[in-house]
């Protein structure tokens, strides 16, 4: 099948990359001529495992290509996905859909055939009937069906989600449309992912609403970890007790310092200003919203505490910045808010992040940037712990105390225990967890 992929940004790249990999033949579109011209040359723009193997293979067999010609890539396609931006619209948190509006413009006069137009975009529910709306008004003689069919990646991991997803949605009545979009899935079906298709509207709410509940499950394990700290008891052990009933389940469990990135933030928030529009509102989301929001800041009070109440003219070592590992993203990171917060206290700030730092650069100031987490720690009179990259999961105490003014972790990822780092004789600090639950 011949496929047109508008918006070569993260989720344009990954699923163009792997419908290529599936045998499709795959054009991915972008208005950005440099970043064409980066792909073309095989360079990646974002990090993300096994992505740049799966273009440089792809582009080699010829099934995958990158070019700025959207009429030339759209007019020779059987199927057109959108997958271009949908941000926050500044100043009101309604997604903005004007990149999702004018792709469909664009699209429209390019259109030969009969021809599926996808959003894989996350978009509000209705926009599909706008994008159909847009598309016979700007092309009366359009033979155009319009689908949903949401991406359900995670930074990170998103290749392997895309190629073992839980389910495949597909919200479209039309059944020739159904038909191209279970041949583009083939290859998944078979091998036993289930496909859901349902109405349009149905398929851009589910996305929505799978993104607030994750958000609400793990803003949920968050409250309950405050709550384990007062009690004496440990989040984790919770965590495992409940999510070993399947009706919980244990994914999306692990408290943190909040979620961040470039899905939950937004998305939750453009659900709540929808809801709220139509007389509906999602009460529970909204909570989570603002609960989350408190929390990042919440976690430069923990380091705050753990340093002795007071971080004035101390330095700490921030290990992670980016809004999770294996990415290079820094959108709604927690390390924003908390490193702003630390700052307003009079903290100096040094950190380090195995990929985040060109981002980083950009969207924090006065902070020094480390080679790794030793460098980091130097003169720190405390190491903080923001993001879980494997890299920090074995260090070298000794080392840290060489370095280290004073002993002192603050692990917001609970990826070290009380009693082993303790061993070590530093002070350490979890969430969830309280130093008595380790006594015995
Ligand atoms: C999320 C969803 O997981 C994907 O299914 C969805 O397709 C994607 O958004 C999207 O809408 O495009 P992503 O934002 O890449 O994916 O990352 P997640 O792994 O979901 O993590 C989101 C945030 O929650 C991170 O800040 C992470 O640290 C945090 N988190 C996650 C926790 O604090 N605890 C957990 O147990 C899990």
């Given at each position: 099948m011949r496929v047109a992929m508008v918006g070569s940004g993260y989720v344009g790249l990954v699923s163009g990359a792997c419908f290529a990999d599936f045998g499709h033949n795959v054009v991915c579109v972008d208005k950005d001529?440099?970043?064409?011209?980066?792909?073309?040359?095989?360079?990646?723009?974002?990090?993300?495992?096994?992505?740049?193997?799966?273009?440089?293979?792809?582009?080699?067999?010829?099934?995958?290509?990158?070019?700025?010609?959207?009429?030339?890539a759209v007019s020779a396609a059987d199927v057109v996905f959108i997958a271009v931006g949908t941000p926050s619209r500044r100043g009101d948190g309604f997604a903005d859909l004007s990149y999702v509006y004018s792709a469909a413009r664009e699209i429209a006069c390019s259109l030969t055939g009969f021809t599926v137009v996808v959003t894989?975009?996350?978009?509000?529910?209705?926009?599909?009937?706008?994008?159909?709306?847009?598309?016979?008004?700007?092309?009366?003689?359009?033979?155009?069906?319009?689908?949903?069919?949401?991406?359900?990646?995670?930074?990170?991991a998103a290749i392997d989600d895309f190629k073992r997803p839980d389910r495949i949605v597909v919200g479209t009545n039309d059944k020739n449309a159904e038909h191209m979009m279970r041949e583009i899935y083939r290859p998944l079906y078979l091998n036993a992912a289930p496909i859901i298709v349902t109405n349009r509207r149905t398929a851009e709410l589910i996305k929505y609403a799978a993104n607030a509940f994750l958000a609400t499950k793990i803003t949920f394990i968050n409250e309950i970890a405050d709550l384990c700290e007062k009690v004496g008891a440990d989040v984790q052990e919770v965590a495992r007790g409940i999510g070993l009933d399947k009706r919980i389940g244990a994914k999306f469990l692990h408290a943190g310092p909040g979620y961040g990135g470039s899905c939950f933030p937004k998305d939750t928030i453009a659900l709540v200003k929808t809801a709220q529009d139509l007389g509906t509102p999602v009460r529970l989301v909204e909570t989570v919203v603002a609960i989350n929001e408190q929390?990042?800041?919440?976690?430069?009070?923990?380091?705050?505490?753990?340093?002795?109440?007071?971080?004035?003219?101390?330095?700490?070592?921030?290990?992670?910045?980016?809004?999770?590992?294996?990415?290079?993203?820094?959108?709604?990171?927690?390390?924003?808010?908390?490193?702003?917060?630390?700052?307003?206290?009079?903290?100096?700030?040094?950190?380090?992040?195995?990929?985040?730092?060109?981002?980083?650069?950009?969207?924090?100031?006065?902070?020094?940037?480390?080679?790794?987490?030793?460098?980091?720690?130097?003169?720190?009179?405390?190491?903080?712990?923001?993001?879980?990259?494997?890299?920090?999961?074995?260090?070298?105490?000794?080392?840290?105390?060489?370095?280290?003014?004073?002993?002192?972790?603050?692990?917001?990822?609970?990826?070290?225990?009380?009693?082993?780092?303790?061993?070590?004789?530093?002070?350490?600090?979890?969430?969830?967890?309280?130093?008595?639950?380790?006594?015995?």
């Open positions: 001529p440099d970043k064409i011209e980066a792909l073309k040359n095989g360079k990646i723009p974002i990090y993300e495992p096994g992505l740049e193997k799966l273009v440089e293979e792809n582009v080699r067999l010829g099934r995958l290509s990158f070019s700025i010609d959207i009429v030339a894989k975009s996350t978009v509000p529910v209705g926009t599909g009937d706008e994008v159909e709306r847009i598309i016979s008004e700007a092309n009366p003689a359009a033979n155009v069906s319009v689908v949903s069919n949401p991406e359900f990646l995670r930074e990170g929390r990042k800041r919440a976690m430069a009070r923990k380091v705050i505490g753990a340093c002795s109440g007071s971080v004035r003219g101390k330095t700490i070592a921030i290990l992670g910045l980016t809004f999770k590992p294996d990415t290079d993203d820094m959108r709604d990171a927690p390390a924003l808010s908390i490193i702003a917060a630390l700052q307003d206290e009079g903290a100096t700030i040094r950190a380090y992040d195995p990929e985040g730092m060109d981002t980083a650069r950009l969207v924090l100031a006065n902070v020094t940037y480390a080679n790794d987490a030793y460098d980091c720690a130097q003169n720190a009179d405390a190491i903080v712990i923001v993001t879980e990259w494997n890299a920090f999961r074995a260090l070298d105490f000794a080392r840290l105390r060489q370095v280290m003014k004073s002993w002192v972790m603050i692990d917001l990822r609970n990826i070290y225990k009380y009693a082993e780092v303790a061993k070590e004789q530093f002070q350490y600090v979890g969430v969830g967890t309280h130093r008595d639950t380790f006594k015995n």
